[in-house]
């Protein structure tokens, strides 16, 4: 398996425009997860799903924030409108299980 | 607020010498895990230990866990350059709930 898939590597986009990260968790896996990594948080879980399904979102900083995962082999997390602050590290992790997650490379956000 | 804090934030050592880091937590969990990430990447997780576990050793790792102090420690044997990385601690509540701490800067000198 290629493990967990995140595009895109780094995106570079202005304030107020529209950003959609993409992940493809290793197939088979149940649970997906999205981070987001800064120095100022560390790293700070956004969003679970379940079998498809959006189980926890209280890390979700604002409504500007929005994740989907309409199949089991695709997720979308969008940020719409950026701001400067949302520039980070976004992560994807999934799994089968809560003792062990497999994470992808991360999409570096910058927001000028 | 995080759950897990590790200790130290940063550590320095020769190659060849012990690594220790530390974590400590509030709340009950159902497990403990311990993730290493190098510079640019993802998180590699690297050992669980559950809550009724004390000790477990994998290769040159040692994580204990004292639940009645809430924490737990990961030990690097015969460190090499290739373990330099931050390492994070991540609990697991019941309930489903896992959350990282900020992590421990491991720098090994060759």
């Known amino acids: 398996d290629a493990g967990v898939i995140q595009s895109p590597r780094h995106e570079v986009t202005e304030m107020g425009q529209e950003v959609t990260l993409r992940c493809k968790p290793i197939s088979g896996h149940d649970y997906l997860f999205w981070y987001r990594q800064t120095m100022m948080r560390g790293l700070e879980l956004l969003i679970y799903?379940?079998?498809?399904?959006?189980?926890?979102d209280s890390g979700m900083p604002e409504d500007r924030f929005s994740a989907k995962m309409p199949n089991a082999s695709f997720s979308t997390l969008k940020i719409q409108p950026s701001e400067p602050r949302d520039s980070a590290v976004y992560f994807c992790a999934s799994t089968l299980s809560w003792d062990e997650q497999y994470f992808g490379p991360g999409t570096r956000l910058t927001v000028t | 607020s995080q759950q897990g804090e590790e200790d130290p934030q940063a550590l320095s050592i020769q190659e060849g010498e012990n690594a220790t880091m530390n974590c400590s937590y509030k709340t009950s969990i159902n497990n403990l895990q311990w993730y290493r990430q190098n510079s640019g990447r993802g998180l590699v997780h690297l050992i669980l230990?559950?809550?009724?576990?004390r000790e477990k050793h994998s290769g040159r790792l040692r994580v204990t866990l004292d639940t009645s102090k809430k924490s737990s420690s990961l030990l690097i044997t015969a460190s090499r350059a290739a373990d330099t990385a931050s390492y994070f601690c991540a609990t697991v509540e019941y309930g489903n709930k896992l959350v990282f701490g900020a992590g421990t800067i491991l720098r090994v000198k060759s």
């Open positions: 799903f379940n079998n498809n399904v959006p189980i926890d």
């Open positions: 230990i559950r809550s009724n576990e």
